[in-house]
């Protein structure tokens, strides 16, 4: 009988039981291969909403992920909130190139009419293709997971991370009005996400977090009550990814109220499932680089069952695919899943 991914998912992010382990990215999943499979390349796939699903889809259709995975940037939010972007290439991701709020919050607002700036109508109107696409309602269909910025990453886009730094230590009255601003826009934005039919949100927002550059006490104090009120106030699940080495934070991180939080291989799986126990699910977290972009598929999938083996809630990889990542690699997650299972039995 064929799963209900959609079902299966779901199950899985919220904790029930599954049959099998769900293998996903809930990170970046563009690559050139399926750029060049389905014609729908970077950098149009970043603002055109047809080649966003397409490219998204393809990620189920040819590469055998069990979820639908867009937009492929890290700078949707950025960019209406006044940062220059610049798209990049077919496989080069868009960067932020301009700090609007480096001086200071001064003018900082959350902006009217917000879903009808910038490219958000195209990542809209790609989740109404997607949702049309992916059987929803039917016993074949496949979960949508929309990737958007955190409020942290919002934060250091619009202001660049050394600001962020030093008003995290010095002036923690400026930080808390940004997180609280950037909190609201990420609010917003999310809900409309899910009243288009994502079924859950991805939201990379740890590379401060990571980066050990930040103190505890600033999660503690500066964060984490905006992390909570995010959570609370999203009408759905969210995924927080954090890139590096979280290791130290994770406790806390769990505690926000995100349904999962996905990992990279840095942070060993079973440390991981000991600091955040059953407050929200692991995904992770085979190395993107080293395994995935540069390795074999025997190589992903030996990892992919090691991860498995240490009791991971979703398989998937540890941060964004890289563009040059060979399409056999990405095709051995499922089959290492799958294979694990046949060998345990
Ligand atoms: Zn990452």
């Not at 390349?41 to 590469?63: D, T």
């Not at 995290?168 to 609010?187: G, H, Q, R, S």
């Not at 959570?231 to 505690?255: F, M, W």
Request: glycine share 8%.
């Amino acid at each position: 009988m064929e799963r209900n991914l959609r079902k299966n998912f779901l199950d899985a992010i919220y904790g029930n039981p599954v049959d099998r382990v769900h293998a996903l990215s809930v990170t970046q999943t563009g690559t050139v291969e399926l750029m060049d499979i389905t014609g729908a390349a970077w950098p149009e796939a970043h603002s055109n909403p047809e080649k966003m699903a397409a490219l998204a889809l393809a990620g189920h259709e040819v590469a055998n992920l069990e979820a639908i995975r867009y937009p492929y940037c890290l700078t949707v939010l950025a960019e209406i909130m006044g940062c220059d972007v610049r798209m990049g290439t077919k496989d080069i991701q868009p960067s932020v190139l301009s700090h609007p709020f480096s001086k200071g919050p001064e003018n900082l607002n959350v902006p009217e009419k917000l879903l009808e700036k910038g490219r958000i109508p195209a990542v809209l109107k790609a989740t109404e293709i997607l949702v049309d696409r992916t059987g929803k309602g039917t016993q074949s269909e496949i979960p949508l997971i929309a990737g958007m910025e955190g409020p942290l990453t919002v934060f250091t886009h619009i202001t660049e991370v050394k600001n962020c730094l030093i008003w995290a230590l010095k002036k923690p009255d400026c930080f808390n009005t940004f997180m609280e601003t950037c909190t609201e826009l990420c609010i917003e934005y999310a809900n409309s996400l899910f009243d288009h039919g994502a079924d859950a949100l991805s939201m990379p927002d740890g590379g401060l977090v990571g980066s050990r550059m930040m103190p505890p006490s600033v999660l503690e104090d500066s964060i984490k009550p905006f992390y909570k009120c995010l959570c609370k106030k999203v009408n759905g699940p969210l995924i927080l990814h954090i890139c590096g080495d979280v290791g130290n934070s994770l406790g806390s991180l769990s505690e926000c109220g995100f349904e999962a939080i996905s990992i990279e291989e840095k942070v060993s799986m079973e440390a991981a499932k000991e600091a955040i126990g059953n407050r929200a699910r692991l995904i992770g977290n085979i190395s993107p680089s080293k395994t995935l972009l540069f390795g074999t598929p025997e190589a992903v999938k030996a990892e992919a069952k090691q991860c498995l083996s240490a009791g991971v809630d979703i398989l998937a990889p540890g941060c964004g695919i890289a563009p040059r990542t060979p399409l056999a690699n990405i095709r051995a997650l499922v089959e290492a899943r799958d294979e694990w299972y046949e060998e345990k039995d």
